[in-house]
């Protein structure tokens, strides 16, 4: 058995938002893992999507049972914790450098009963994330594999070896990979290590997005297999 399993969730940005409840079940029926919800607020980045009045209405539309990450774009991460935990988020993951204090962040997350996740953006290094997990552990450290603001960007392959590095000092994190994610590229996420994928345009525009889910789950799968023989 190995330490991480392979989770694919597809980021909803790109969806019809006027339909967003029917969106987020299409993908659940399709094979996500879970959801990957954007959170924006025309600060942190260059774009502005939904807070968590609209996560309330997600969750009231899909039920209790499927996993929602909040993936807080947002400058003062701090803001959101309890509305987001009240919206039915179940994970919140946050940016290190919006952070005040990450420490007491990541514990106040998880006072409100959800796994806290900590992103970087592509500029940042990995040095810092390995920094706080080292005083305080995460639940999801999440490399940014395009600067964050929009979807539907190129993925940026030098950031693999974030991954690569945050694999070797942390076997069994939950290590995900956000932007520009899809077919092309999944093998270099794989191989790097990562086991959290999160895609959205290579889904969502996709004729079949169910063997898109299928196709990207299983190349990475296929590397977590390998990875446990070689052990
Ligand atoms: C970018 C978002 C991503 C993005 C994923 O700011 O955090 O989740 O929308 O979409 P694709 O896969 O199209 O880059
Ligand atoms: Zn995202």
Known sequence: M????CKIGPSILNSDLARLGDECKRMLECGADYLHLDVMDGHFVPNITFGHPVVQCIRKSIGDSPVCEVHMMVSKPEQWVKAMAESGANIYTFHLEAAENAEQLIKDIRMEGMKAGCAIKPATPVSK???LLYTQMADVALVMTVEPGFGGQSFMRPMME?????????????IGVDGG??????HHCAEAGANMIVSGSAI???NDPRKVITDLRNVVQEVIQQTTLER
């Open 162 to 174: 974030k991954v690569r590095e945050l694999r070797k000092v942390h076997p069994t994190l939950d």
């Open 181 to 186: 994610v899809g077919p092309n590229c999944i």
């Open 2 to 5: 190995c330490a991480y399993q």
């Open 129 to 131: 994330l390995l920094d």
């Open 204 to 206: 969502m525009r996709s």
